[in-house]
């Protein structure tokens, strides 16, 4: 069992290099576990429309094990417990961050025309861009 973890996790490295590589947007969608609402909802938006996820280059990483990912959230700044929505450029910048679910037509739009600074949503909260 120890050992098809460390698989997954290889795999796991290895996509998240080959994004890097091809220039692709990122989506990270960060949640306590698996059935936290807002996770399901999202994914059930984004599944809802593969094509244009597809059509964008956006590459798609659900983390949802707080243990397992410890620097993945800390490095993003989320919190460990609650759903967080991380869109980050081609070029690795951040330029959405939402605690809210996010309607799939509503991240094409961005992805389609971005803001030139991050945007953040559903929080009262100020963060700097510092990723």
């Known amino acids: 069992m120890k050992k098809l973890f460390l698989a997954i996790l290889l795999v796991a490295a290895l996509v998240a290099t080959h994004a890097n590589a091809q220039g692709v947007r990122r989506l990270l969608l960060f949640a306590g576990d698996t059935s936290n609402a807002d996770l399901k909802l999202q994914r059930q938006w984004l599944r809802a429309d593969s094509a244009g996820v597809v059509q964008r280059d956006i590459w798609i990483a659900v983390f949802?094990?707080?243990?397992?990912?410890?620097?993945?959230?800390?490095?993003?700044?989320?919190?460990?417990?609650?759903?967080?929505?991380?869109?980050?450029?081609?070029d690795g910048t951040e330029q959405l961050r939402s605690e809210k679910p996010m309607p799939s037509k509503e991240l094409f739009q961005l992805s389609d025309n971005p803001p030139a600074s991050p945007v953040q949503v559903g929080s009262n909260n100020t963060r700097s861009n510092q990723n």
């Open 64 to 90: 949802s094990d707080p243990r397992t990912f410890r620097r993945m959230y800390d490095y993003h700044d989320v919190d460990k417990n609650e759903f967080t929505l991380v869109l980050l450029r081609k």
